[in-house]
């Protein structure tokens, strides 16, 4: 039976990718460009978790708002913008949960600046949107 149709005004971009074996396993996108071995969070075998690619997913796209932020300030986001993603699986009892601190960069900008691109791009960020008020999350110029 395929799924309904998702609530969405519009639609940019839709992602499919493909899971076998979880955290032992491999995940891979129906167009071939990712294709990824998977493994538990401090397992010696070769690949990543999925708590790796959510923190690579979330610091790329809060880039990519910062980006819309500053052009919508008229200010130009450095070049070499960076944002430090951690991601933390943790357990209470039974529960596991998710924690998560982005650590951005944004040389040589005034501070107030780039605060209020990371206020915006946090506002804005499909990631942060998911996550608000879902898990604990950090916000930190550095």
Not at 67 to 90: C, F, H, K, R, S
Not at 98 to 112: Q, Y
Request: proline fraction near 9%; hydrophobic fraction near 35%; include cysteine.
């Amino acid at each position: 039976m395929p799924s309904p149709p998702l609530a969405l005004p519009r639609i940019l971009y839709t992602a499919r990718t493909r899971t076998t074996g979880g955290r032992d396993g491999r995940g891979q996108s129906d167009d071939g460009r990712l294709d990824v071995p998977l493994s538990p969070p401090g397992s010696p075998r070769a690949g990543t978790n999925p708590e790796q690619l959510f923190a690579v997913g979330w610091s790329a796209c809060f880039i990519g708002a910062m980006g819309l932020a500053a052009q919508a300030l008229g200010v130009t986001l450095p070049a070499d913008a960076a944002v430090d993603a951690q991601v933390e699986l943790g357990k209470d009892g039974d529960a596991y949960f998710l924690g998560a601190r982005l650590k951005v960069s944004l040389p040589g900008l005034p501070r107030h600046t780039a605060y209020t691109l990371i206020k915006r791009a946090h506002e804005t960020c499909p990631y942060s949107k998911a996550t608000r008020g879902n898990i604990d999350v950090g916000l930190e110029l550095v």
